[in-house]
């Protein structure tokens, strides 16, 4: 007998990006690179969170714009390939449903306690809407929606994760095997990718400082220039120790494009300046970043395309949105609607 006829199904993956900004390198090596190395694996869906960029109420042209854009990016980075679905969170209205079932098996204490919601709170704080607060449970929904097996994401959505799984076991302890624990899926090098300017803090697509962040869809010159620019440390010496936060940094960052290890880095930087640490980021920078781009720029000049791509996507992630969506209003005992 056919020994693929008996295997066990395949587990799925699912991670989404809000398209609040262009993404950087640290989204990119910490999230997205994740996602396209388990694209062939899994049956995966990735896709653009809208609806969670409208807790800092962004400016409605530039969202828009921004998740033409960020769908353009998920599909440059080939993650539509096998079974997989690339699609946008707000073209399945089965997220908002299954939030608020979730938002009610979810208590005030636990959001409250979110690290994210404080740090947003207080950068955000002329607009502290209930959206911010809840913003776990609609990613909790986005998850449990597909049954997801594993969430490739940064270290940074490590604590959204852990309630994601405490609601779906809440869930189940009280209804029966309904959704499927998540588990994340963190990669080793580059979970937490820093500021070039500020080292002690998260490279962010929100950093007002446009130096902090290398995007992906920066220039070579830009990229060298960010990587020139880059905060190290008085020492010139390439090699990964404490307190060496700058340098530690670049290393992880020239790791991840290259494949090489800390220990080879340091070798064949010995006795070199920082300077030409940077200008060797730089290339690999640009060369992991190059074909991403060409394939970006080829998709974004066919907008006809895209929307097709997005309408097949949102179909597909719907037919599996809706069969998770239904098994849970039938256990809490809504009255389900009979249409034809
Ligand atoms: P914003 O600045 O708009 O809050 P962000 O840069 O934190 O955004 P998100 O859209 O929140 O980006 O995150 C997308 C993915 O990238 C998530 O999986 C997140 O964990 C990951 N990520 C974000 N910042 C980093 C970073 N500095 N290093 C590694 N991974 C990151
Ligand atoms: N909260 C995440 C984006 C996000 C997400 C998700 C990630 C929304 N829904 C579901 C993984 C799974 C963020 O800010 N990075």
């Not at 969170?49 to 998920?74: G, V, W």
Request: glycine share 6%; proline share 5%; net charge neutral.
């Amino acid at each position: 007998m056919d020994s693929s006829a008996i295997s066990a199904p395949r587990k799925r993956v699912l991670s989404l990006i809000q398209p609040t900004s262009v993404p950087t390198i640290g989204n990119y090596i910490g999230a997205l690179r994740n996602w396209a190395a388990m694209a062939d694996d899994y049956d995966c869906f990735y896709g653009v969170a809208d609806l969670h960029a409208l807790t800092i109420r962004p400016d409605p042209p530039a969202l828009r714009r921004q998740s033409t854009e960020m769908f353009a990016m998920l599909l440059a980075l080939g993650l539509r390939r096998g079974n997989n679905v690339v699609f946008v969170q707000s073209h399945v209205p089965e997220h908002c449903q299954l939030n608020w079932i979730l938002t009610c098996y979810t208590q005030f204490g636990e959001a409250a306690r979110m690290t994210q919601f404080k740090d947003k709170s207080a950068s955000h704080a002329d607009n502290v809407n209930l959206g911010l607060f809840s913003y776990p449970t609609l990613m909790a929904a986005d998850i449990l929606i597909y049954q997801a097996d594993y969430v490739p994401i940064g270290a940074d959505q490590k604590q959204h994760l852990e309630l994601s799984r405490d609601i779906a076991e809440r869930f189940n302890g009280i209804y029966g095997p309904t959704f499927t624990a998540p588990e994340p899926y963190i990669g080793k090098i580059g979970s937490r990718v820093m500021s070039l300017q500020d080292p002690t803090k998260k490279m962010s697509k929100s950093d007002p400082n446009p130096k902090g962040a290398i995007s992906i869809l920066d220039s070579p010159d830009q990229i060298v220039k960010k990587c020139k620019s880059a905060v190290t440390d008085s020492e010139a010496s390439v090699h990964y120790a404490e307190g060496k936060d700058g340098v530690n940094n670049l290393m992880t960052i020239f790791s991840a494009c290259t494949g090489q290890t800390f220990e080879r880095i340091e070798r064949d930087f010995a006795g070199k300046g920082y300077g030409d640490f940077k200008l060797a980021l730089a290339e690999a920078v640009i060369e992991e970043l190059r074909p991403f781009q060409e394939e970006y720029r080829r998709l974004m000049a066919d907008p006809a395309s895209l929307r097709q791509a997005a309408a097949e996507g949102a179909e597909a992630a719907a037919r599996a949105a809706r069969r998770t969506t239904a098994k849970a209003m039938k256990k809490v005992g809504l009255w389900m609607a009979e249409r034809g």
